[in-house]
Structure formats: C-alpha cells, structure tokens
C-alpha cells in the first residue's frame, strides 16, 4: 500500500523551518534493499562460575586499575564468527559476559546494507549457539535442555550496552554540507564537522557519555578502505549507549523490533535539527565552500567592492580573486530561483520543498508491517 506524506505548509518560512514529512509512528519504510536498520551492537548478559572455562587457553586474562584505584580482572577472546572478529569480555567481578560486533555483517556481505531490526533475536541467537560450546550462559539456556534457550524470556536476559541505529541517504548533490555544518544545536551538545581525503566528510553532535549521531559521507569511508560502492551514499548513524538507550526505550534484546527502533531514529533525527530547509545557496556560502582556504579574503574582497572601495593588491593576485568570485557567482545564480530543500528521512533524499511530484513516500510492504 502507500502512505500519503502531509503536503508542507507553504506558510512555513524558508529559514528555520521544518520538514514535517515523517509517517504516522507506525510505519516506516521499506526494508527491501536494507537501507535502514542496525549496524554496530553490543550486548552483555550475566555469567556463572561454572557457564565458561576460566583455564581455558582460549581466555587472555587481563587486568585494567579504575579511576579509583580498583584492579579490574576480565578474560578476553577474539571470535572468528562469519568474517567479522567479534570482541568476548568477561567481567569476574560483575559475573558479565559483554559482546561486541557489527550486527549488520552477520547477514549481508554488501558493506552498505543495514541489519532488518526484526532478524537481529534470531543472528544472535545463532552467535550464541555457536559459542555455547566454551561459554554457556546458565541465565540463557535451560540446564534440563540445554539445546534450548529460556523459555521465551531469553531475549530479556540479553542487555543492551550499545547499538548503532542506522539510515542510508542517496544524495548527488554535496552542496547540502554546508547547510548542515551551520545549523543551530543543542547546547549540550558538541558540534564538530571533519574533512579528509577522497572527499571524506561527516558532521557530528555528540554527548558527553551517553552516544552520538552522525551523518557521513559512506561512499568515501569505503572508498578509504578499498572497497567500492555506490556513489552518492551519506549513512546517518546513531550511536546509543547508557541514559540515551533507556529514555528511548531500548535496554534488551526484547526491545528491538522495526517500531521500536524506527521511533529512536525518527526522535534522533528531530532532536538534531538536521530537518530544516536549507535556503537557496548565498554567494557567501558557495564561496565557503568551493574555496574555504580564501574564504575570508575572497568575501572580505566582495564586501569591499559593494562598498565601493579598492582593494590594494598586485594585478595578478586581484585577477585570481575575480576568477574565482565570477565562478561563485555562476553557481549561485544557477540555484538563486531553486526552491528550499530539505533532507527527508523516510526516503532517504534530498528533496525539494514545494515539489509536488514528490509529496508520496515510498511504499511500505504491507508484509513488513508485522514482526
């Protein structure tokens, strides 16, 4: 079936306004080509002297002193699972095992495809099957049956210490980066945008202790490491740990379906004010960005000439200065009658504010609406 998007107010202004596009709370989009859905996770559950083999050679024991002055004991193995090496640590202490490895690997082998929220009980409950045979949870699996799990309580026994919440976006145009990097935040929050080769390029709000949300250029992260995709991709991920995973609702296994987990990016994103329209493109801002070592000369050069004054610089200098002011201003002029765009997660695009044609969401398999 499809689902009507509300059309956007035209009585919202340009700056500062939002996209309110987002779905009634119980849909969400389609799970089709993976494009949404669970990345990294880490999950923790409790131990019994007897459920592992302390002298184990598999078991690296190792020792961490805390802040306060405490020495910590764990027993730590690398994991070969599936093409991933997945981090084990047990806790003697606490008597808790804490797992670590990317949820998305354990299904698909294509680097930009995110975990479906609902195979996730099912991938872990496969990984601990398999690792049963050196670590067998009393707290999990039945001792009368130990090919069992716990009844159908198993899954709230799995605690959740991180999970990375995941959209991809199919953007050709890098021109929103800018937009984005000015936008107005939480004052809680740290703000922090980065650059490097391959045109690799990400911006960041981050809390102190409890997570952080990204939006990154992964086409170019990939292209870092060798492997080839499809062009055009930016990956908004949230990471999520401690006070974050409980105020959305996310502290088990048990929690995570494709409602629960939607919900958490549909708040994330609200929450960093990554929705707003984004004005038509100001020479200013085409200048920043095409020429951001001689920004500040280039707009002070532009400021100078509207004042009617004359810059004092060599011949060669000033004419380096106008060849490059002549191609900011042919690429705002191309965009000066373009309408206000704004970043739609349902889609996963870039799209206009007024554009009628796109005022429908994707269709959501009816199939998938059930868990």
């Given amino acids: 079936m499809k689902i009507n998007q509300p059309k956007i107010s035209q009585q919202v202004l340009l700056t500062g306004g939002y996209a309110h596009t987002k779905p009634k709370p119980c849909q969400y989009p389609s799970l089709k080509n993976h494009q949404w859905g669970i990345d990294t996770f880490e999950f923790s559950f409790y131990v019994g002297q007897n459920d592992y083999a302390i002298d184990s050679e598999i078991w690296e024991s190792k020792a961490w002193v805390n802040a306060s002055g405490e020495i910590l004991y764990f027993h730590v193995l690398i994991y070969d699972y599936r093409g991933q090496k997945v981090r084990i640590k047990i806790d003697t202490k606490k008597g808790k095992c804490y797992i670590s490895l990317n949820a998305a690997k354990l299904v698909h082998s294509d680097p930009l495809a995110l ?13 601990l099957k398999e690792i049963k045979v050196f670590l067998s949870s009393s707290y999990i699996w039945l001792k009368r049956n130990p090919g069992q799990p716990l009844d159908k309580k ?14 991809n976006f199919s953007i050709s145009d890098p021109s929103f980066r800018h937009s984005l990097e000015t936008i107005e935040h939480f004052g809680k929050t740290r703000h922090i945008t980065e650059k490097s080769k391959l045109d690799g390029w990400s911006v960041t709000q981050q809390w102190k202790a409890s997570g952080k ?29 401690k006070s974050r995973r409980n105020t959305l ?17 549909e708040k994330t994103w609200s929450g960093t004010k990554w929705n707003k329209f984004m004005d038509p493109q100001s020479l200013n801002s085409v200048i ?43 690429e705002t002029l191309a965009t000066a009658n373009s309408q206000a ?24 398999n009816a199939g998938e609406n059930s868990e």
């Fill in 341 to 364: 765009r704004y970043l739609d997660l349902f889609s996963g695009t870039l799209k206009l504010q007024f554009d009628e044609s796109k005022t429908q969401t994707p269709p959501v």
């Fill in 115 to 127: 975990l479906d929220p609902h195979q996730l009980s099912s991938a872990i409950y496969l990984f």
């Fill in 154 to 167: 198993w899954k709230t026994q799995v605690f959740i210490t991180r999970i990375d919440l995941a959209r």
């Fill in 213 to 241: 949300v990204t939006l990154y250029h992964k086409t170019s992260q990939l292209a870092g490491m060798g492997i080839s995709s499809t062009s055009g991709i930016y990956r908004l991920e949230h990471q999520i740990r």
């Fill in 249 to 265: 609702g996310l502290k088990t296994l048990d929690d995570i379906n494709r409602v629960s987990t939607w919900l958490a990016l």
């Fill in 288 to 330: 920043a960005r095409k020429f951001p070592k001689k920004s500040c000369e280039l707009i002070g050069y532009v400021q100078m000439l509207n004042e009617g004054l004359t810059p004092v610089k060599d011949p060669k200098t000033l004419k380096n200065y106008q060849l490059m002011i002549q191609e900011a201003v042919s």
